[in-house]
């Protein structure tokens, strides 16, 4: 079992910055990548951005590239989503999850922490 819990969330304006937090416990070597994702009120769950758990390939969603970058610190066994130029467009509860592929496909991802509100708000 893997256990995630993502922290960091917070009440920005827009045009700032949050840095959100996955800290991963348990079995912690047996998936392949961190992916976070997002969910908006009364919209579906969407992907945001991906990270090989060991190694450095990435994948972003085409609305967050060039602002939000996903790193990771392993010998934390914690992921990390920088999230620059934020806008009201990105308010939603954010959730990382692991598992067997680096993709967008959330039913690549085995493991799902409870998620942080993240708002964007004048």
């Known amino acids: 079992q893997v256990q995630l819990v993502e922290s960091g969330g917070g009440l920005m304006q827009p045009g700032g910055s949050l840095r959100l937090s996955c800290a991963a416990s348990?079995?912690?070597?047996?998936?392949?990548?961190v992916g976070w994702f997002r969910q908006a009120p009364g919209k579906e769950r969407e992907f945001v951005a991906a990270?090989?758990?060991?190694?450095?390939?990435?994948v972003y969603a085409d609305s967050v590239k060039g602002r939000f970058t996903i790193s990771k610190d392993n010998a934390k066994s914690t992921v990390y989503l920088q999230m620059n130029s934020l806008n009201t467009e990105d308010t939603a509860v954010y959730y990382c999850?692991?598992?067997?592929?680096?993709?967008?496909?959330?039913?690549?991802?085995?493991?799902w922490g409870q998620g942080t509100q993240v708002t964007v708000s004048s």
């Open positions: 990270i090989l758990w060991r190694g450095a390939n990435t």
């Open positions: 348990g079995r912690t070597f047996s998936y392949y990548a």
């Open positions: 999850a692991a598992g067997w592929a680096l993709g967008s496909s959330s039913r690549m991802y085995n493991y």
